[in-house]
C-alpha cells in the first residue's frame, strides 16, 4: 500500500474508454492520409471491436491494410478472426426458430473458417444485448453502436425473441464465454451453448423456465388472438343413438255409436223450458207465495241441481279398491356393543390423534393456525406435555389461552382430561 505522504505527491490520472464514434472519425482521418480506402460500416466495425481502445484500433487498421487497399467489413472480419453480417444475422435467425440443426451447421462452417470461438461467443453477446436495449429503450440507436442498416435489420431480429429469452440467451453465452477460457476444446462449449440457447427445456436454471414460460404465454396470446388452429379445433363426433323399435300401426278411430237417449227422469238444464213465457222447469222450485226483495241464492240454486242430477243417474256398483301391498318389514341389524373409550397408556400420543386435536383446536380458534403445526405431546401420568415444533414460538403465545382451547378436544379424542402443560 502507497503511504499517504506519496500518493499527495503524486498525480492522479483516470482513463476512460473513447466512444465508438470518435475512434471510428480518427481510423478515417489515418486510412485518408495514407492514402487507403476506408469504409463507413468497416471503420464502425474496427471501433466496436477496439471497445474504445484507439491502440488497438489502429492496430487492427494496420493489420486491415495489410491485406488489402481497400477495406471493408467483410476484411475487417477476416483479419480480426469474427463472422461474417450474414452469417452473424443467419445464426440469430436460426436460434429465434429453435433450429439446433441449422446452428450447427453454421458453427460448423465457421469453425472451419477459422473464426475464432470467443470472439464469436463476445460477437453474439453483443448482439443479444443490442435486442434488450430495443426492447427497453424508446431510441436505442443513442446506445447502440452499428449503421442505420444494421439497425434496421436487428430491429427485425429483435422481434423474434421476447425479453425472458434475451435474458436466457445472455445468461447462457456468459457462462460459455467464461468456460472457454478454462477449457481446451472450444467447440465444444459453443456447440453445448447452441443446443441449450435452441432448446431451453434441456435447462433446469431460472432464466430457462422463465423463457419457457414466455414462449408458452406467446402461443396463448396468439391463439386467442387468431382462434384455435382447425388442426387442433375438432368436433367430437355425435353420440350413436340406439335405433329405436318400429313402431305398430295407429288403430283406426272407429265411427262412435250415438249417445244413448237419456231416461224420462234425467234432468237437463234446458228441459221443461217455454220459449213464449221464458220460464224453465226450475223457476217452480224458488216460487214463492209472495215475491220478497231477498237476494238470489245462486250456491243453493246449485246445489239442488246437482242433488236432482245425482238422484235421476243410474247407480254404479262400486268396485273394492285392492288392498295396498304391505311393506315387508326387515329385521333390525343388531348393533355392536360399544366399549367404552380407555385413556391411552403414558407415553408419545399417537400422531394421528394429536393430529385431529391440532386440526380440531385451530379450526375452533383461528390464531392458532400453525402455531401447533409440527407440535408433539406426550402423556405422564395426568399430565399431557406439549412440546412445539420451533422452541421460540412458546415465548410468543399465552400457555393458559392455549391450553383451554386445547383442553376440551384433548378429553374428547383421548378419553380422559388432563392437565396441560408445554416443554
Known sequence: KVPPTITSRCQRFDFRRIEPRVIADRLLYVAAQEKVTLQEDAAMLIARIADGGMRDALSLLDSAMSVSDEITAAVVSDCAGLMGREQIYQLLRAIAAADTAECLSILDALHSASCDTERLLGELTNQFRNFLIMKTVKQPENLIVCTADELQTLRQIADLFSSEQIMYALNVLTKTSDAVKRTQNRRIEAEMAMIRLCTPETDTDTSALLARIAKLEAAVQALSAGGIPAKVRQTPPAPQQPAKAPQAA????????????????????????????????????????????????????????????????????????????????????????????????EGEVDNRKWALIVTETERSFPPLINQLTGSAARITGNVLSVRFADPKIKSFVDEKIVASKLLPFVEKTLGRRYEIKFD
Do not use: C, L, W
Open 250 to 345: 295407429a288403430p283406426q278411430k272407429t265411427a262412435q255409436a250415438p249417445a244413448p237417449a237419456s231416461p224420462d227422469n234425467d234432468i237437463s238444464p234446458f228441459e221443461g223450458f217455454d220459449n213464449d213465457t221464458g220460464n224453465s222447469g226450475f223457476a217452480g222450485m224458488f216460487d214463492t207465495a209472495e215475491d220478497d226483495d231477498e237476494p238470489f241464492d245462486f250456491d243453493a240454486f246449485m246445489n239442488e241441481y246437482n242433488n236432482r242430477a245425482a238422484a235421476a243417474a243410474p247407480e254404479r256398483p262400486a268396485q273394492p279398491e285392492p288392498p295396498a301391498p304391505k311393506p315387508a318389514v326387515m329385521p333390525a341389524a343388531p348393533k355392536p356393543a360399544e366399549k367404552p373409550a380407555s385413556a391411552p397408556a
